[in-house]
């Protein structure tokens, strides 16, 4: 005969099992969804003779402790918790997870009660006791239990409040407030107390309702039995009551349970169906009818009745199989549950007798809140049928999965096939699917939809698939599309688009990185497509790379197909940079090209496509296409965007800050999106004057150099700059005179520096003229001109000064920089003897663009400098 029995889905498949306990260890015996296969023994551990010979001192418990989605065995030992992990056809050798936990002293759970709860929301489930001065926990590692903590100091047997016996004042875990994280709920003499679960401990307890206690005449757990469920489907956990009248429900707002009131005149010790003890005569609570209430199921002595709950109360019972209680040789030894057995989703009662193992199917009448059919106004229907992913035709189960994601085989309905009225009107397409690899992320972002779902079409032969990502941020996007036909095409393969996916941060435009308060746009950034004609012909590849910009909108749309076609499709959009309203199409430019004129290289293109999301300096296409992999000599079809904020800036004038360069291969095509700055590099200030200058420098303070080019065209390119700036860098100030006085035989005030031109890399101010002393007579050097910024120039340095026989002379101070696209400000002449003594001249602006002939405006934006 069985000693004990557990019923837990072993092997994955959505089905509950049979897992018996005897002397040398476990065994299962695996459900078929129609009936029970043979028994086999599972583990050589936690058998009745191996330190588990009384359930009431040494509980097991056999469920899922890993998060891999198969149920494994946990038993409380005498020196600690010990676990087999099921491999799906057994289970592993017994390991000690912790040493605490355990029963060394012989105690029985009903004293001390041990469980299991994923108290801190990770998906693993933790060892939650409750000893005589509090409650501790033992958190999950998915291999081992870490220590011991304590969590509060109540609900245990010596607290303020106690809880001697789980039998008289239960102690249980359930979400109580819908946060995700079980909480304490414990039954005091006095009312139903709460200790909230933070995460890391139970706040302290809280009396949210006077009654269900021992002064309420519940007086034991077998006489008066207590349970929590969603009795009124509003995802919360609700108190129901059985006393010897009848059923009691106190519902759960959240925040504290309302009145309790009476629901049902059954299911009580003194009810006319009498149920006098939990033990004899047990009463679950469990969805039995898919409405998400759930409802009360009762092992009477004639057999099982059942009371639907409707959300304020529950029906008058019925039976609704005659068996399982008291007449049919079930006592209270006898095992009696609840549990899918076929995998439809709803309970079945499962019973044990010493003559064999009895199970009762419930039968399901429909599956709830679907679509079954869709009537047109013409009078056709389509019909939609639905299936569990139980059934093994319908749906394979995934591999792979490592935590904390795993794979799912759960009773979950999905569309089964769909009928629907094709294009004649007189006749029907039916469509069949099928499904794999349902996944989940159990450390909280929950369903991670299927790797795959299969299409077939028995009226045409033709068969579709679509398999998707399952990684965040993807999760749900199409990676491969394939369209076959069996007997046709290569191998019975039409079609297979395969995707490729990038992602943006909008709100700077770089690439996607997890930190708190982040917005994320995934996007498809080239899907290619190879396809076969039915005779088995293979057809021209078809690539299309997109580019987005921070709004989402698509702003350059590239098709290249392998016999040398390609389109390149340019869209400018407005966008609302305050609201962030739907960006505009206000401009869309399209260029194709066959790719075999002018001798290229038709069949063959290059695609390269970059977007600039950091600052940087002297950008070359060719040279960034060359690092992509470009050989040269392939025409190159190039999409470059930079991205809004970002700065193309040059380190010298001599070298544009953009620069296309020239001699690309026939048949390329270059595109640039500009919605950053491409900025020439400031001029440097002149030097000022001095005496005994050197080679190139005077007496009059020296000219500001110009500044550089930003943007340089030598090919033909589309350029769209619609809210991106171009500008030449400003012109470095000229340098202030010097001034001399007595023919060279006094002292001599040295000019100013200019200031640098504006620029990202702005060349510095001028240096100072240097003062010349040949009298015993005190003169100063001018001042450094100061260099320029992004978008303004710098000053220029202040003139030197100097005395003689009691007068002050002056030199000239520096012109200031110039700013984008300007020219330098001339320095200032010798105020002391303007007429011999001149400032240098400013230098000339940077050009924001040269080679305009070559380029085709789609948005000119802001141009700074000559063009």
């Known amino acids: 005969s069985l000693v004990t ?293 009762g092992f009477s002595a004639g057999g099982v009745y059942v009371a639907l709950s409707t959300g304020t109360g529950y029906s008058t019972s019925s039976q609704w199989v005659a068996g399982f209680g008291a007449s049919a040789g079930y006592t209270a030894s006898n095992l009696r549950q609840l549990a899918d057995m076929d995998g439809d989703g709803f309970p079945d009662i499962v019973g044990a007798l010493s003559s064999g193992t009895s199970v009762a199917k419930t039968n399901r009448t429909g599956t709830a809140d679907v679509i079954g059919s869709i009537a047109q106004g013409t009078g056709l229907m389509t019909t939609v049928t639905y299936g569990p992913l139980t059934n093994s035709s319908l749906y394979t189960k995934g591999t792979g999965a490592v935590y904390p994601q795993v794979e799912l085989m759960p009773p979950l309905y999905v569309v089964t096939s769909a009928k629907l009225p094709n294009a004649l009107s007189a006749n029907y397409t039916t469509y069949n699917y099928q499904y794999g690899g349902l996944r989940s992320d159990l450390s909280g972002r929950g369903l991670l939809g299927f790797n795959a779902v299969k299409v077939s079409q028995p009226d045409t032969g033709l068969i579709s698939w679509t398999r998707y990502r399952q990684d965040w941020p993807y999760i749900g996007l199409p990676m491969q599309a394939e369209q076959s036909l069996p007997g046709a095409g290569s191998n019975g393969l039409l079609k297979r688009t395969t995707n490729t996916y990038g992602c943006l941060l909008p709100q700077s435009g770089g690439s996607c990185s997890v930190a708190p308060g982040n917005s994320y746009f995934p996007y498809l950034s080239q899907s290619v497509e190879t396809g076969w004609d039915t005779n088995g012909a293979a057809l021209p590849q078809a690539t299309t790379t997109n580019t987005f910009d921070t709004y989402g909108n698509a702003t350059q749309v590239a098709i290249v197909t392998g016999d040398g076609f390609s389109k390149n499709t340019t869209n400018v959009y407005s966008n609302d940079t305050t609201k962030w309203l739907l960006g505009r199409l206000i401009q869309a430019q399209v260029m194709s090209s066959n790719g075999g004129s002018g001798g290229g290289s038709a069949g063959t293109v290059f695609v390269f496509s970059q977007t600039l999301t950091a600052n940087t300096f002297n950008y070359n296409i060719r040279n960034a296409a060359a690092s992509a992999g470009w050989d040269q000599s392939t025409p190159l079809q190039a999409s470059i965007t930079v991205a809004p904020g970002v700065i193309i800036g040059s380190r010298s004038t001599l070298i544009p800050a953009f620069d296309t360069d020239a001699n690309f291969p026939a048949g390329s095509s270059l595109t640039l999106v500009n919605n950053g700055s491409i900025l020439g590099a400031g001029g440097q200030g002149g030097s000022g004057g001095a005496w005994n200058p050197p080679a190139n420098s005077t007496w009059t303070g020296n000219a500001g150099q110009a500044g550089g080019l930003a943007l340089r065209s030598s090919t033909p390119i589309s350029i769209t700059n619609g809210s991106g700036t171009i500008g030449g860098g400003g012109g470095g100030g000229g340098a202030g005179a010097m001034m001399m006085c007595c023919w060279g035989t006094s002292t ?21 003229g240097i003062s010349k002393t040949f009298l015993p007579l005190l003169g100063t050097q001018g001042q450094d001109g100061n260099p320029g910024s992004v978008n303004a120039g710098g000053m220029g340095g202040a003139g030197g000064t100097g005395s003689v026989y009691g007068s002050t002379m002056y030199a000239g101070a520096g012109g200031s920089g110039g700013s984008l696209g300007n020219a330098g400000n001339a320095g200032q002449a010798a105020p002391s003897n303007p007429s011999y003594f001149f400032g240098g001249s400013g230098g000339s602006p940077g050009a924001a663009v040269v080679g305009n002939a070559n380029i085709t405006w789609t948005a000119t934006g802001t141009r700074l400098g000559p063009i």
């Open 5 to 297: 029995s557990f019923l837990a889905d072993v092997n994955g498949d959505g089905k509950a099992d049979f897992i018996a306990q005897q002397a040398d260890g476990l065994y299962a015996s695996l459900s078929t969804g129609s009936s029970v296969g043979a028994q086999t023994k599972w583990a050589g551990f936690f058998g009745t003779t191996q330190g588990f010979s009384s359930l009431t001192n040494n509980p097991i418990s056999i469920i899922d402790i890993n998060g891999d989605g198969l149920a494994d065995a946990v038993g409380f030992g005498y020196d600690g918790v010990y676990v087999a992990l099921s491999t799906g056809n057994g289970f592993g050798g017994g390991a000690r997870w912790t040493s605490d936990f355990g029963n060394s002293s012989n105690v029985s759970v009903d004293a001390f009660v041990r469980t299991l709860a994923d108290v801190n929301g990770d998906g693993l489930l933790d060892v939650v006791g409750f000893k005589s001065d509090g409650v501790y926990v033992a958190l999950n590692a998915g291999s081992g239990f870490g220590a011991s903590q304590k969590w509060s100091s109540e609900f245990g047997t010596a607290s303020a409040i106690a809880y001697p016996t789980y039998s008289v004042n239960p102690r249980m875990m359930q979400d109580i407030n819908g946060d995700g994280l079980p909480d304490v709920v414990g039954f005091a003499n006095g009312g139903v107390y709460v200790g909230l679960n933070t995460g890391s401990g139970f706040s302290p307890a809280v009396l949210w309702l006077a009654d269900f206690g021992v002064n309420a005449g519940y007086t034991n757990m077998d006489s008066a039995p207590r349970a929590m469920a969603d009795v009124n489907g509003d995802g919360l956990p609700d108190l129901v009551g059985f006393k010897s009248d009848g059923t009691y429900v106190a519902l759960n707002t959240g925040t504290g349970f309302q009145a309790t009131s009476k629901w049902l005149v059954d299911f009580g010790a003194s009810t006319p169906i009498a149920y006098s003890t939990q033990s004899g005569y047990p009463r679950q609570l469990a969805d039995v009818n898919g409405d998400g209430k759930a409802d009360i199921v």
């Open 748 to 768: 001599t005030g040295g000019g100013g520096g200019g200031g640098g031109g504006s620029g990202p890399m702005s060349q510095g101010g001028g240096a100072p």
